[in-house]
């Protein structure tokens, strides 16, 4: 009579939580990690959107796990192209250095130009610098004055970042980036995804005409409603800007 607890030649097998004895047990199995480390196999799968969506989710998954603890934030956008010697470079220092002394973690996208610069000022202040890198073919990597970054594969994943961890956008002069930021932080205030939300755009020059547009011709053409001009405000004094975003936290 055979042990109860083994089959006829005395071995349990478990396959993962699965434990088979006697009949039941398949002699020729292997582990799974014998699988795992024995074989390569086809190599297709790593480019198919099954395996992209767990990429997608890790990147959810590092970036929650990362920045839930952050604390208040803004986030700072602007022109990866902003120079050095700009004074727009330089407004972007004050915005971070400013946010940093108000009690604010400074969240940019962790890149040159406006972002490298309102990182340097959260930085030197003795704030939390904060970076959210994309991956790029042109790849330019995280600015010296991130102090804690991430590096994202997709857009979206890291857009969700900015929104989930930041309490405010202040937006200095930018490109299509920054737009594409801006536009998406306006569409999430306007349709009450988010609220007290404050948005400052930093530059009166720079931002006029888009301003102008909005409301000469969307919101003319009733495209916008003219409550719509109200979600954000324009402005060339940084600390009215810092003070909006403090207003905003402190607000009940
Ligand atoms: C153009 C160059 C580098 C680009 N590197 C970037 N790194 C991180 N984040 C970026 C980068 N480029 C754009 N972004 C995001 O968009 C915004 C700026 O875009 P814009 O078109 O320059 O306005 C910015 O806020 C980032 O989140 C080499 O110089």
Same mark, same amino acid.
């Given at each position: 009579?055979? /042990? ?7 071995? /349990? ?15 020729? !199995? $292997?582990?799974? /990690? ?9 190599? /297709? ?10 990429? +997608? ?38 915005? !971070? ?6 009690? =604010? ?9 406006? %972002? *490298?610069?309102?990182? @340097? ?10 970076? &959210? ?6 790849? $330019? ?8 970054? +991430?590096? =994202? ?5 890291? @857009?969700? %970042? ?13 490109? &299509? ?6 536009? *998406?932080?306006?569409? &999430? ?18 931002? $006029?005409? &888009? ?12 495209? +916008? ?5 109200? %979600? =954000?405000?324009?402005?060339?004094? +940084? ?8 207003? $905003?936290?402190?607000?009940?």
């Amino acid at each position: 009579m055979t /042990d109860p607890g083994t089959n006829d030649r005395g071995h /349990d097998r478990m396959q993962g939580p699965v434990v088979t004895r006697r009949s039941q047990v398949d002699e020729g !199995g $292997s582990t799974t /990690d014998q699988r795992l480390l024995d074989s390569r196999g086809p190599t /297709d799968w790593v480019h198919t959107d099954p395996w992209r969506v767990l990429r +997608i989710q890790a990147e959810f998954v590092e970036g929650f796990g990362a920045l839930a603890e952050l604390g208040p934030a803004i986030a700072v956008f602007g022109s990866a192209r902003t120079p050095v010697d700009h004074p727009f470079y330089a407004i972007g220092e004050e915005a !971070g250095r400013k946010l940093a002394e108000a009690g =604010f973690a400074v969240i940019t996208g962790g890149g040159p130009g406006a %972002m *490298e610069a309102a990182n @340097k000022g959260a930085c030197q202040a003795g704030g939390v610098s904060v970076g &959210l890198g994309i991956e790029l073919p042109f790849e $330019s990597g995280l600015n010296q004055w991130v102090d804690k970054g +991430i590096n =994202f594969r997709y857009f979206f994943a890291r @857009k969700t %970042m900015f929104v989930k961890y930041s309490q405010g956008f202040v937006v200095l002069p930018g490109g &299509l980036g920054t737009l594409d930021e801006l536009f *998406e932080a306006l569409t &999430l205030v306007q349709t009450q995804k988010v609220t007290s939300f404050p948005i400052v755009l930093v530059g009166t020059a720079y931002w $006029s005409g &888009l301003v102008g547009w909005l409301r000469d011709t969307a919101m003319a053409e009733g495209k +916008i409603n003219p409550s719509d001009l109200d %979600m =954000f405000v324009v402005t060339d004094d +940084i600390d009215e800007a810092v003070a909006l975003m403090v207003a $905003s936290k402190e607000a009940p």
